[in-house]
């Protein structure tokens, strides 16, 4: 019987194939590519693309393609095939290394931002070696950076990289000062955690909102939704274990690290997480899980909705982002160890994270800033827009005996001179989770909360990454010049603590009296909307610090910043237009026909028997007939909304109308619906509600 073992990754052409495949002189040639960043020579491409077209053809393989990640947020994909002309009319199957390194597909109708006109075509992709290739259906997968004719990035994976690379840069310059010798090379690392809905597929087609939008912009409350508790690790419906099943064999085929699957909070909402790897391959791991999901749910009769905030009432679908760095040599560099020497730099490299996130705790909330994410953050099953580390009470109490030059009261009452007292080891968490926090330290490592389900990881990742790299840099900068290093590295630590412990917060989060205290008392920032954050990508201190590390270009961020806004106008629009069609050509017709449903009912009625008051169907009448009138009010004032946003000068201001009129308007048009639904019966309204959604699957 074939196991996991046996199968794992052999749609991947991964190291293994690379070592069986290629000549050693080869194979360590690109193993330096991908290790240390030297230059592909296309010798070796050559090579490699030869080996990598008979393996694919060996496993069914007839096309290749370059498979990128354009600033739509999903993945795109041309496909070539390996045949090739043959002298005696027949065809050969080729695959040079100058079409494995470098294709051109056209740009023109991806986003751009203004980096390029519309007219311009050519584009460029360009394999990214440190993600390995890999075969979906009959066509071979080639990761790769996207780019422009002009050579500035068209996607997301380009910045990432040059983001781990500025982070690897600076991270090195700390170790070397430690005295560390001997790594080549620092990494961060991700694990991300996947929510997502699954519902009936019959359901989804007679939902347009669904179809259209991905989310539900009308619906009830039904009678029971999360509140029982009873979903959250319960046991696995029948037809949801048999997609489980499916996806973890098609994702571990693919290498893809599906570790954990359960039940999530609310009804039909399940969680997929992975096991750590690079950013990058966790990068394209993630979008591919997100892709394999929606497929292998179609199999069996199902829809995958990767929504933030699907259905109204109950928990929306967030993405936590486990972010850690290690170097080489597979040593956690937020991991306190076992030595002096090893705490003071875990303790330098925790401060560079605090700083960091204190610094840019815009750039943070700017990466997950989404449509549809708004919805979701704060509200009680989210982190607040307002962004915050929590540390526990123990590593709290650690940084404040620092700061304070106080003995530490906790495992070993020294004063906390660094290069002294050994810290806590962190093999158990000594402190408990908090859900609310939007960054908390989890024992070695990072989990960013706040990123919605369907957002590539990428963006959050490339800021994080940065703003370390930053704060590294600071830190090298100074120490390399220090006469005495840990008197300057001890000052240096607490001044970070003393300087950024604004951002330091280990209560409630969801608490409206710490969004007070943020704002007004610590002067964090809170950014509710993606119209509010996203103008703040250009802000000068941004600016400076992503160019100086060569992660974007002042035209990248500024065109950026305006798909990002566009992004957000074009969805909302379609969610307001998708409203009002259903308003008008479902809902008001639904209910004018189970208002003459019950007029005649009271005829009827009345015609049976005179003296019959006919006092419910004359009640419901009235209100549904009320109801009626202000769904086609609210109508007419969603439209006109929408009509002015033709005379907004600029996307920010676009933005701005639709955060302050489009979406209060909605929000007017959904109240009145959803009461109309509560009172029609159910054969008459046009759409499946709540509870058949919720409860559907099987």
């Not at 311009?120 to 259906?137: C, L, M, N, Q, V």
């Not at 080549?184 to 007679?206: A, D, H, N, W």
Request: proline share 4%.
């Amino acid at each position: 019987m074939e196991t996991v073992k046996d199968y794992f990754g052999c749609m991947v052409f991964d190291d293994r194939q690379m070592r069986a495949k290629l000549s050693e002189k080869i194979y360590d040639s690109l193993r330096k590519t991908i290790d240390e960043g030297k230059e592909l020579d296309i010798g070796v491409a050559n090579e490699v693309a030869v080996a990598m077209k008979d393996w694919a053809v060996s496993k069914g393989a007839t096309h290749y393609t370059h498979w990128f990640q354009p600033l739509t947020g999903i993945t795109a994909e041309k496909h070539d095939s390996f045949i090739t002309p043959a002298p005696d009319g027949g065809v050969i199957m080729e695959f040079s290394g100058k079409e494995l390194i470098k294709g051109e597909p056209d740009a023109s109708s991806f986003p751009s931002g203004g980096l390029r006109a519309t007219f311009e075509a050519r584009g460029y992709t360009a394999w990214d070696p440190t993600s390995y290739a890999f075969i979906k259906g009959k066509t071979l997968c080639i990761p790769t950076a996207f780019c422009s004719y002009g050579g500035q990035a068209l996607d997301k994976k380009t910045p990432l990289l040059r983001s781990m690379e500025a982070l690897n840069k600076q991270a090195l310059r700390i170790l070397r000062l430690f005295g560390n010798d001997t790594a080549k090379c620092v990494r961060s690392s991700v694990g991300p955690e996947q929510e997502y809905f699954l519902i009936t597929r019959e359901m989804y087609e007679k939902r347009p909102d669904l179809r259209f939008t991905g989310r539900t912009l009308f619906g009830a409350k039904p009678p029971k939704g999360q509140e029982m508790d009873d979903h959250y690790f319960g046991v696995i419906k029948t037809s949801v274990a048999a997609f489980m099943e499916e996806l973890n064999v098609e994702l571990w085929k693919l290498g893809v690290l599906a570790k954990t699957e359960h039940n999530e909070v609310a009804p039909s909402q399940h969680e997929l997480a992975t096991i750590y790897t690079t950013t990058n391959i966790a990068t394209d791991n993630n979008q591919l899980t997100m892709e394999v999901m929606q497929k292998v749910a179609e199999r069996h009769g199902l829809v995958c909705l990767l929504h933030e905030k699907p259905f109204a009432g109950v928990n929306g679908s967030g993405k936590h982002n486990n972010w850690s760095l290690a170097d080489d040599t597979g040593r956690n560099l937020l991991s306190p160890g076992d030595t002096p020497y090893e705490n003071a730099q875990f303790l330098l490299f925790l401060c560079a994270v605090i700083k960091a996130v204190d610094d840019y705790q815009d750039l943070l909330r700017i990466s997950v800033a989404t449509a549809g994410n708004d919805h979701r953050l704060g509200a009680n099953e989210a982190p607040p827009a307002v962004v915050s580390v929590f540390l526990g009470d123990e590593l709290n109490a650690v940084l404040d005996a620092i700061e304070n030059d106080t003995p530490y009261e906790g495992t070993r009452k020294t004063q906390m001179k660094l290069g002294v007292d050994v810290l806590p080891k962190f093999t158990k968490d000594t402190t408990d989770r908090n859900r609310t926090s939007p960054f908390a330290f989890t024992g070695n490592k990072f989990e960013f909360r706040m990123l919605g389900s369907s957002n590539s990881i990428a963006c959050a990742n490339i800021m994080l990454n940065t703003a370390v790299a930053e704060s590294l840099k600071i830190y090298a900068d100074r120490l390399e010049g220090a006469e005495d290093f840990e008197d300057k590295l001890h000052s240096m630590i607490q001044k970070t603590i003393k300087d950024h412990k604004r951002i330091i917060f280990n209560g409630n989060g969801y608490d409206e009296a710490w969004i007070k205290e943020a704002t007004e008392v610590r002067g964090l920032l809170n950014y509710p909307t993606t119209a509010d954050c996203m103008p703040h990508l250009l802000d000068k201190k941004n600016v400076d610090m992503l160019t100086s590390h060569g992660v974007y270009s002042q035209d990248e961020l500024e065109s950026r910043c305006e798909i990002m806004l566009e992004n957000y106008c074009k969805t909302v629009t379609i969610e307001a237009n998708t409203m009002r069609d259903m308003a008008k050509t479902l809902i008001l017709p639904a209910v004018e026909k189970y208002i003459g449903a019950l007029a005649q009912t009271a005829v009827s009625k009345k015609s049976l028997n005179p003296e019959i008051s006919c006092g419910f169907e004359t009640e419901l009448i009235k209100k549904l007939s009320g109801l009626t009138e202000l769904i086609a009010m609210k109508t007419g004032e969603l439209e006109k909304a929408l009509a002015l946003l033709d005379e907004a000068e600029g996307i920010e201001l676009e933005s701005a109308e639709i955060r302050d009129s489009v979406l209060p308007k909605m929000r007017e048009l959904r109240i009145a619906c959803d009461e109309a639904e509560t009172l029609t019966a159910r054969e008459y309204w046009p759409f499946p509600t709540y509870g058949e959604l919720l409860f559907g699957v099987r």
